[in-house]
């Protein structure tokens, strides 16, 4: 139930509700209060894993756990910290997280400081938000149940992506990238990339798209038909992957273009080194 | 404020003191006001439906034929492009294969018009597309507004420094390494092969995505660039650099020699 | 806009970009199929394109937009001569699948919003597409509708009250 209080339209800045500090979870809720803008979050910086996921509430839930060395005695931990006194737990703002709200757009700034601890963060906001995420020596990261456009960015850690139904971008330097769609928005253009693993994405048979694929040391597998573009003249063969499922794989140098369904926006799958999978839902 | 006064302000923008003062004491209108307040927020959480691909290329096809003053500007009402669309889409393509149409017969049967009206035409609606696209928000539209600048001419210099700014400065990942292979085809054109070069050049050094610096590498063994030879030598001494990075850099300077 | 009057007929381009999706909304929840209303986001560009001398920059751009798109929504339904064909079960600003939040613990109050939504009235449907979906302020929507501010006002909170009892009883008719 949300119920309208009389702030004023500045930025509101982190409320902090503090739960079982014992464990050192932490949640905040923050309000998307301005109904004319689309809502967005974006998540920047973070050294611990991240979960966003959409859920039928109007607010954005901020969750998080801080990964402190559990308090055995009073030495101070490698950060240099000081552990809470027996029998004392810390209040107040955790160093490093900022979370402020402006015309509809909440942002989680999670420059955990060097040298400091990871956070673990879940994050619930309403299914239709657009999500803009970008983490920095990250764990994995996971977003489900989310119609909005998702942009999504990690540096050491997979990418995973359930039940989408809007336009994905998503990126990792190291890690997996592993896509399912619902749905796929009629004219909405999406990529997803990796330098080291496979980029692995599901898609409802009915998909209307041109693929552009690419990877340089990894072998391209689809249960789509695709309609190849004639660019360098890819073999298109049979075969058979570990599960003994048939595959057509596609083997040639350079980007390979092609087909489902008739054509359609563009989806770019791009690795390094890795294999892409492309699945028929 | 009365009841019925509150009534009018409980989905308000500025709701005031007063507002607050009547819900404060007044149960039946703050319960009123609780309540529709959250079907108000809930009603957010449909979904939002999207138009169809053709809307974007329909529009263009009625904005270039208004600009050129044909009385067959009006909308079309069906699914297809219709007749008019049919002739642009076709004029377009045999520009793109080099060959000379003297005239493309307009619907209404006057005096058929010039192949370059049409082509500039044609070429000014694809431009706009692709600018356009490429200064929104979302990734996914700047995407669009990439794969969009294959459509130009690759004489285009607005398009191609759009491009070259998506390249140098775009947040995301994804977006710059599809802007660098968008700039291939403007490597062939007589008008704009330098700039792309240059561009391409200028683009490694900053770079720090790896699977950029590689498609950027990639570029520069093809173009044969000697003036990447540098900044390639740079990369693959630099320990910070991944691996196979400095790999394809090694490769890219064996292939320039 | 004011640069559209000038003649620069081109830089319709833009609005368009950032404009024809709203439209396009605004259609399909006011019973057109997705079909009629692309046509008439089309009809509507093609409208202020032509009658772009029309706009005076000293007014909201928005509300000269919604005006000529209710009329051009008006128009299309006196050419087909019939009334428009309401579907009450589904309420068009949502596509035909089912989309991941209508799984059966969550969805069910999404659906009936939906349904409820659909079985409103038009012209109270239409105060809330315009004030909740392109979240355009009051004084807009007056101009867009011809009446006064404060009556919008009124007519926001009617249609909501009226979208509540609708829920209420369907809500009421699953249980029972």
């Not at chain 1, 299914?127 to 999504?152: L, P, R, Y």
């Not at chain 1, 330097?173 to 990796?194: A, C, H, Y």
């Not at chain 1, 003994?244 to 369904?261: A, E, F, H």
Request: hydrophobic share 40%.
């Amino acid at each position: 139930m949300i119920t309208r209080i009389g702030m004023g339209m500045g930025i509101a800045t982190l409320l902090a509700t503090q739960l079982c500090a014992q464990d050192s979870r932490q949640q905040i809720t923050m309000p998307f209060r301005d109904p004319s803008m689309p809502r967005k979050l974006i998540v920047e910086g973070g050294t611990g894993s991240l979960t966003i996921r959409g859920y039928q509430g109007q607010d954005a839930i901020i969750e998080y756990t801080g990964r402190e060395i559990p308090p055995a005695n009073n030495r101070t931990n490698r950060a240099g910290r000081n552990e809470p006194p027996a029998g004392m737990h810390r209040i107040g703002e955790s160093r490093g997280l900022d979370i402020t709200e402006e015309s509809n757009t909440v942002r989680v700034n999670n420059q955990s400081l060097f040298g400091g601890n990871g956070r673990d963060m879940v994050i619930q906001v309403p299914a239709q938000t657009s999500v803009n995420v970008k983490t920095m020596f990250g764990g994995n990261m996971t977003i489900e149940n989310i119609t909005g456009d998702i942009e999504a960015e990690n540096f050491n850690g997979q990418v995973t992506i359930n039940n989408a139904s809007g336009s994905v971008v998503a990126h990792s330097m190291n890690g997996k990238i592993l896509v399912s769609l619902d749905r796929v928005t009629p004219d909405k253009s999406m990529s997803f990339s990796t330098f080291n693993g496979d980029v692995d994405v599901t898609l409802p048979a009915d998909t209307k798209a041109r693929f552009k694929m690419r990877t340089d040391f990894g072998e391209i597998y689809t249960d789509f038909d695709v309609k190849m573009e004639a660019n360098a003249a890819p073999v298109v063969e049979e075969v058979k992957d570990k599960n003994g499922k048939s595959r057509r794989r596609v083997r040639v140098d350079g980007t390979q273009s092609g087909t489902i369904n008739g054509g359609g926006p563009e989806m770019q799958f791009t690795t390094f080194n890795g294999r892409i999978l492309i699945h028929k839902k | 404020m009365n009841c019925e006064q509150a009534k009018t302000q409980m989905l308000g923008e500025n709701q005031g003191d007063d507002f607050a003062a009547h819900l404060a004491s007044c149960d039946m209108c703050r319960s009123e006001a609780s309540r529709i307040g959250a079907l108000w927020q809930s009603l957010d959480l449909l979904p939002l439906d999207e138009p169809g691909g053709q809307v974007r290329e329909r529009f263009y096809e009625m904005l270039g034929a208004y600009r050129q003053g044909m009385a067959s500007a009006e909308p079309r009402k069906t699914r297809q492009l219709g007749q008019w669309g049919w002739q642009i889409a076709a004029a377009a393509a045999l520009i793109a294969v080099g060959l000379a149409l003297g005239y493309v017969v307009r619907g209404n049967g006057q005096p058929p018009a010039e192949v370059s009206q049409l082509r500039e035409e044609v070429a000014n609606m694809r431009q706009l597309v692709a600018l356009s696209l490429m200064q929104q928000q979302s990734a996914s539209e700047r995407l669009k507004g990439v794969s969009w600048s294959y459509q130009v001419e690759p004489s285009d210099t607005e398009v191609l420094n759009a491009l070259v700014t998506t390249v140098n400065h775009d947040p995301n990942v994804n977006v710059r390494l599809a802007a660098v292979d968008a700039l291939r085809p403007f490597t062939g054109s007589p008008a704009t092969h330098l700039a792309a070069r240059n561009a391409v050049v200028q683009a490694l050094p900053k770079e720090t995505a790896p699977i950029v610096q590689v498609a950027l590498i990639d570029f520069l063994a093809e173009l044969k660039e000697r003036n990447a030879a540098p900044e390639l030598r740079r990369l693959v001494s630099d320990p910070d650099i991944d691996s196979g990075v400095r790999k394809r850099a090694e490769w890219a300077l064996e292939r320039m020699q | 806009m004011a640069e559209v009057s000038a003649g620069q007929v081109a830089r319709l381009a833009v609005l368009f970009e950032r404009y024809h999706r709203g439209l396009f909304r605004y259609f399909v929840s006011m019973n057109r199929d997705r079909e009629q209303a692309e046509d008439l986001v089309q009809e509507v560009f093609f409208r202020m394109l032509r009658y772009r001398t029309s706009y005076d920059p000293a007014h909201s751009f928005t509300a000269w937009m919604y005006q000529i798109a209710r009329n051009a929504g008006v128009d299309q339904v006196r050419k087909r001569g019939m009334a428009q064909v309401v579907d009450i079960d589904s309420f068009a600003l949502v596509s035909g699948s089912p989309g991941p939040e209508e799984s059966v613990s969550r969805g069910q109050d999404l659906a009936l919003l939906r349904r409820a939504m659909g079985q409103l009235p038009e012209d109270k449907r239409e105060i809330l597409v315009l004030s909740r979906f392109q979240g355009m302020k009051h004084e807009d929507i007056a101009e867009v509708l011809g009446c006064e501010v404060g009556t919008v006002k009124v007519r926001v909170y009617r249609a909501i009250r009226a979208l509540e009892q609708i829920y209420f009883s369907l809500e009421k008719e699953k249980v029972s």
